[in-house]
């Protein structure tokens, strides 16, 4: 018995087909090649798929990973100007680098 259509006419079938990107767009990365695009160790990466924030595919025994997919990752990871700041030390008072307001030589 074929299945009934919804009131709309439409079988849900349009709307599967605009979720689908087609194979031949797709670009393969192997698990390799991904850590080297980004610069970092294959344990690495390994530790991104499994922790769920870099989405990879497997088939077989074979890991894959979507070349969009990294590259989105990539700018995720995007770091904010300013938000280092807990990474070095406070200003010292001898630093040469530094600009002493109260300093007559710094201009």
């Not at 890991?63 to 700018?75: C, G, M, Q, T, Y």
């Amino acid at each position: 018995m074929a299945e009934e259509p919804t009131e709309s006419g439409d079988d849900g079938a349009a709307d599967e087909e605009l979720h689908q990107v087609p194979y031949d767009e797709i670009i393969w990365l192997s698990t390799l090649k991904a850590a080297d695009r980004m610069g970092i160790t294959t344990r690495t990466l390994y530790r991104f798929i499994d922790r769920g924030d870099l989405p990879a595919y497997r088939f077989g025994r074979v890991i894959r990973l979507r070349l969009s997919d990294v590259d989105r990752f990539i700018e995720e990871c995007r770091v904010e100007p300013g938000s280092l700041e807990h990474l070095y030390p406070e200003a010292r008072a001898d630093d040469p680098d530094e600009d002493d307001p109260d300093d007559p030589a710094a201009g």
